[in-house]
């Protein structure tokens, strides 16, 4: 089954962690995808897998926080594949601090990428999808409705992503432009690798499976298990579901509140 065959999708952060898993499980689906990312060679690795598999992969280099460099990809994605019918926007960055760990250098950093990135990309797409129908994922987080100890900037980022998802659903359901966000819990990704090692010089191990315990579930989330999600949202299949938040987070909110 082709749950989006011949549909145009682009996916920011492509390059790693779950914007690679929806890239690949988008294009196993039909999709034709473009991955975004700010680093070039990781989103051309993973333009070659999917081209390798026999899908159409596009690596266009991006860093989503700057406008114009945006409007160039969509430009890009547009002449080479069409334009674009789903966006993902999975790129994003994190911060480990409370409030007063927090530096006006960081809220920044944070703020540029992940609440301006993600608004920059719907600027960019929602025009191209008026008038035609188009789905948009944004990927929130679990702290967009928990509080988390010593996130507070990314906390911060979090939760402007989910309310820019139902703003943007809202002023475009008459334009059949789906909007929806998932919330992921803990997931596996290289940023949790690098964090352990950072933080926990020998102790990776054990700071894993205390990480992975804070999941009433009793481990952290695959990025394949957020891609399968992904692909349903914007489907067909899901095409009566606008404007709502999925948790997928292992009962972290629900079972732990």
Partial sequence: MKEIEHKVALVTGGGSGIGRAI??????????????????????????????????????????????????????????????????????????????????????????????GVYNCMRAAVPEMKGRGGVILNIASVASTVGIPDRFAYSMTKGAVLTMTYSVARDYVA????????????????????????????????????LSRTQPIGRMGRPEEMAELALFLCSDAAAFITGSNYAIDGGFVTLKM
């Fill in 23 to 116: 890239a690949l499980r988008f294009a196993r689906a039909g999709g034709r995808v473009a991955v975004l990312d700010v680093a070039e060679p990781a989103a051309r690795d993973v333009a070659r897998e999917i081209e390798a598999c026999g899908g159409a992969g596009l690596a266009v280099p991006c860093d989503v926080s700057r406008q114009a460099d945006v409007q160039r990809a969509f430009q890009a994605v547009a002449q080479r594949l069409g334009p674009v019918d789903i966006l993902v926007n999975s790129a994003g960055i994190a911060h480990v601090g409370t409030v007063e760990q927090t530096s006006e250098d960081d809220l920044d950093r944070l703020y540029a990428v992940n609440v301006k």
């Fill in 175 to 210: 334009d059949g432009i789906r909007c929806n966000a998932i919330a992921p819990g803990r997931v596996h990704t290289p940023f949790v690798d690098g964090f352990l090692a950072k933080h926990y010089p020998g102790r990776e191990q054990e700071m894993f499976e205390q």
